[in-house]
């Protein structure tokens, strides 16, 4: 059965980029209420520039709009807030930020937004049981595939694996992964899959979305998400998946701390390897890169197979990372503005236009049907994977690490031992320190 409620975790954003509509930020008083959102993902501050340019059109409420570097939200967070025109809305990741930034938050249970939530998905709570974050969006990660390239691997004589039905687990992965790097010159690629990006910033996919699955099912094993004793027990099993991905990758695994997420989609988009790894939201980015050559109807969704319990009945993982959270510290005025502009974006039919085909966010609501899916080809398997009572997802569990800093840590060993500086032991002893060092100090 799949399980959004507990499906609630972070991704990636580099260099403050702000860009405003309105030169007043989210001052009240008596300039008037305005808004001052304080932006998570760099891929989404074009859609929110015009969402905040029409809102004000039709309104007459400024609404300024600042967007984070990759890997810099809460540092750019924590600088704004200490300002005088501090943001007004912003983004918290699941328990963990809302531990960081609670006392900034002001409850919105008499919001639309809450009220509108579908029951099996779980707003962030005070102690007194008020609203403090809002889910917005669901998502899914897992290996993307072009299934053009895979279909020419099956059809080539000796092929070790001839369908997709047959891959359904590590061991099957391991051997469509390893002949196609085999057979990578007969298929015009560089390699199976593309490069792995590790370098500082960039390594959000393998220091939290690798990391999800493995530790899931350690949680399951203890019985507490936010347990401070750890073992990375599934270490073995990331390790097989990191390892195929390296070894089988379009570059030398010692250039992988070199590259950015953006060299990795765009040899997938290229046609120069035949899976990435990564979640629905790169569709955007790999129809956008100059020489794209995979097909809307032809990019695929594949489990993350590394050897975990039950790979065979489990699915791509399914959750949300964000929530919004209007800041208690702004006036009275700018918090009303706040709430009304988020009501706006997700109930009024103007704003749902933008959530659904701008955002393409695949909404939590109850006022959001089916048909109200975005698009485009991998929201629309995500949503099926929601609805498929067949087969399992993985909820965001990475939502519970510790901190940015403990991912960091966790993403600079990864990039040491791709490099062959750091023995894998190390790594794994590394996880295990940090995580307790920062779970009991918090």
């Not at 709570?125 to 895979?150: C, Q, S």
């Not at 992964?177 to 390594?203: C, N, P």
């Not at 209007?326 to 700018?334: F, H, K, M, R």
């Not at 695949?362 to 498929?388: M, R, S």
Request: with cysteine; charged share 20%; hydrophobic share 35%.
């Amino acid at each position: 059965m799949n399980k959004i409620s507990r499906v609630l975790a972070t991704t990636a954003t580099a260099a403050l980029t702000a860009t405003s509509l309105v030169a007043c930020g989210g001052s009240g008083g008596e300039a008037g209420p305005s808004v001052y959102f304080l932006n998570f993902k760099p891929e989404q501050d074009a859609a929110y520039q015009q969402i905040a340019k029409e809102y004000t059109e039709e309104t007459g409420v400024p609404v300024k709009v600042v967007t984070a570097a990759s890997g810099k939200y809460e540092q750019t967070l924590r600088t704004e807030v200490s300002k005088s025109d501090a943001p007004t809305l912003f983004q918290m990741n699941g328990p963990t930020g809302f531990e960081t930034w609670k006392d900034y938050t002001a409850d919105l249970g008499d919001t639309q937004v809450a009220q509108q939530l579908n029951e099996d998905v779980t707003p962030l709570e005070g102690e007194d049981g008020t609203v403090r974050g809002v889910p917005f969006a669901v998502e899914g990660f897992g290996i993307l595939y072009n299934e053009e390239i895979l279909d020419q691997y099956f059809a080539l004589p000796g092929a070790a694996v001839t369908s997709v039905d047959e891959v359904t687990n590590f061991e099957s992965l391991k051997a469509l992964a390893e002949d196609m790097q085999a057979k990578k010159d007969e298929l015009g690629i560089d390699g199976a899959f593309a490069s792995t990006s590790l370098a500082s910033g960039e390594d959000w996919r393998w220091q939290t979305h690798l990391a999800n699955g493995p530790m899931h099912y350690e949680f399951e094993n203890v019985g507490d998400q936010n347990t401070a004793d750890v073992t990375f027990e599934y270490n073995e099993e990331f390790k097989n998946l990191f390892d195929l991905y390296l070894q089988n990758s379009t570059v030398q695994p010692s250039l992988a701390p070199s590259k950015a997420v953006s060299d990795s989609m765009a040899e997938f988009a290229q046609g120069k390897a035949a899976m990435v790894q990564n979640g629905n939201w790169a569709w955007s980015q790999i129809a956008e890169v100059n020489g794209n050559v995979v097909k809307e109807d032809k990019i695929k969704f594949m489990p993350m197979y590394m050897g975990l319990p039950n790979e065979e009945t489990t699915g791509i993982n399914v959750g949300t990372e964000n929530y919004f959270a209007v800041n208690s510290q702004a006036s009275e005025e700018d918090q009303q503005a706040s709430k009304d502009f988020l009501d706006w974006l997700f109930t009024s039919d103007a704003g749902k236009e933008h959530v659904i085909n701008d955002l393409g966010f695949i909404a939590p609501f109850k006022n959001y049907g089916p048909e109200d899916t975005p698009a485009d080809p991998l929201a629309k398997q995500v949503q099926a994977a929601i609805a498929n009572t067949e087969v399992s997802t993985i909820p965001w569990d990475f939502q519970y690490f510790p901190s940015q800093q403990f991912k960091d840590l966790f993403g600079g060993n990864l990039a040491q031992y791709a490099s062959g500086n750091m023995e894998w032991s190390d790594v794994v002893a590394k996880f295990v320190e940090d995580w307790k060092a920062e779970k009991r100090t918090s």
